[in-house]
């Protein structure tokens, strides 16, 4: 599933595209994704201008001058790609349409906007934008970890009660938004901190440690394109570069790349996810 950097990356890919633009028509090809798409969303859409898109966690919000947003989840397999753009940064043609374009919208621009989603994970929905900060999927997500919210003192005091595995508390959504399985293990390995770890049991030192490299990690994620496993793209088609920089996900049985370490990356199961990481480099 997209994590915060791929679906950052998409944001950052289609702002360009559809801030300060109108939408000029909408196709959509089926009656639902994951659950039934919003009521006249067709109508809702067309001819209204885009004012901003946003990401809380892994959403992506697109606001419109109706006082509406468009909230979009890509799910397992969701993508988002763009075509025909005036800014040239996307295809100039629009490719012939395929089986799983769910949702197709094309600008007053000429760009078109194409939601691709085979497993049909993913999730649309149209709320006010007011009042968005306190729809069911929004309301109970935690600070973001790119922002001042998520900071050492607070994330300090947040888990000095969880008496779950330090990984799995940083994958509560509700105590730090977006955070995904692989950048979690990659954080911290990089951390040097045993994903075992109870998390009340992390000292104030071990967490000023903690969250910056939390930040260094996503940072540089977003700036590869996000990680390509296995569905996810960019908004321009290209894939995401930043699985050939893993230290441990996905290195089962490898060697651990720290010098001087003779030990194999170990892989263990947590709240059914699939942890990675060095028994000695992490303690």
């Given at each position: 599933?997209?994590?915060?950097?791929?679906?950052?990356?998409?944001?950052?890919?289609?702002?360009?595209?559809?801030?300060?633009?109108?939408?000029?028509?909408?196709?959509?090809?089926?009656?639902?994704?994951?659950?039934?798409?919003?009521?006249?969303?067709?109508?809702?859409?067309?001819?209204?201008?885009?004012?901003?898109?946003?990401?809380?966690?892994?959403?992506?919000?697109?606001?419109?001058?109706?006082?509406?947003?468009?909230?979009?989840?890509?799910?397992?397999?969701?993508?988002?790609?763009?075509?025909?753009?005036?800014?040239?940064?996307?295809?100039?043609?629009?490719?012939?349409?395929?089986?799983?374009?769910?949702?197709?919208?094309?600008?007053?621009?000429?760009?078109?906007?194409?939601?691709?989603?085979?497993?049909?994970?993913?999730?649309?929905?149209?709320?006010?934008?007011?009042?968005?900060?306190?729809?069911?999927?929004?309301?109970?997500?935690?600070?973001?970890?790119?922002?001042?919210?998520?900071?050492?003192?607070?994330?300090?005091?947040?888990?000095?009660?969880?008496?779950?595995?330090?990984?799995?508390?940083?994958?509560?959504?509700?105590l730090v938004a977006g955070l995904g399985n692989i950048y979690v293990c990659e954080a911290l390995f990089r951390a040097g901190i045993d994903p075992q770890r109870k998390a009340k049991n992390l000292s104030k030192a071990r967490v000023e440690k903690l969250v910056p490299i939390v930040r260094d990690v996503l940072s540089e994620a977003i700036e590869a394109g996000g990680s390509t496993l296995k569905d996810y793209r960019k908004a321009?088609?290209?894939?995401?570069?930043?699985?050939?920089?893993?230290?441990?996900?996905?290195?089962?049985?490898?060697?651990?790349?720290?010098?001087?370490?003779?030990?194999?990356?170990?892989?263990?199961?947590?709240?059914?996810?699939?942890?990675?990481?060095?028994?000695?480099?992490?303690?």
């Amino acid at each position: 599933m997209p994590e915060l950097p791929e679906v950052e990356t998409v944001r950052r890919g289609i702002s360009p595209v559809l801030e300060g633009q109108t939408i000029d028509s909408v196709q959509v090809n089926r009656p639902d994704l994951r659950w039934p798409f919003p009521e006249r969303m067709v109508e809702r859409l067309k001819g209204r201008r885009v004012t901003q898109v946003r990401r809380r966690s892994k959403y992506i919000l697109v606001d419109l001058d109706s006082g509406e947003t468009l909230l979009i989840h890509l799910g397992m397999s969701g993508r988002i790609s763009v075509s025909n753009d005036p800014l040239g940064l996307f295809a100039h043609n629009h490719p012939a349409a395929e089986k799983h374009d769910h949702v197709v919208i094309d600008m007053h621009s000429g760009a078109r906007i194409i939601y691709n989603d085979p497993r049909r994970f993913g999730a649309m929905d149209l709320l006010d934008t007011a009042t968005a900060a306190e729809h069911p999927l929004l309301r109970d997500i935690g600070p973001e970890p790119l922002g001042n919210g998520f900071n050492p003192e607070a994330f300090y005091t947040a888990i000095r009660t969880r008496n779950s595995p330090l990984k799995t508390a940083l994958l509560d959504q509700k105590l730090v938004a977006g955070l995904g399985n692989i950048y979690v293990c990659e954080a911290l390995f990089r951390a040097g901190i045993d994903p075992q770890r109870k998390a009340k049991n992390l000292s104030k030192a071990r967490v000023e440690k903690l969250v910056p490299i939390v930040r260094d990690v996503l940072s540089e994620a977003i700036e590869a394109g996000g990680s390509t496993l296995k569905d996810y793209r960019k908004a321009d088609g290209e894939l995401g570069y930043f699985q050939h920089s893993f230290d441990v996900y996905g290195r089962e049985g490898e060697a651990c790349k720290t010098s001087g370490c003779d030990q194999l990356i170990r892989r263990i199961v947590q709240s059914g996810r699939s942890t990675f990481f060095c028994r000695q480099c992490q303690r």
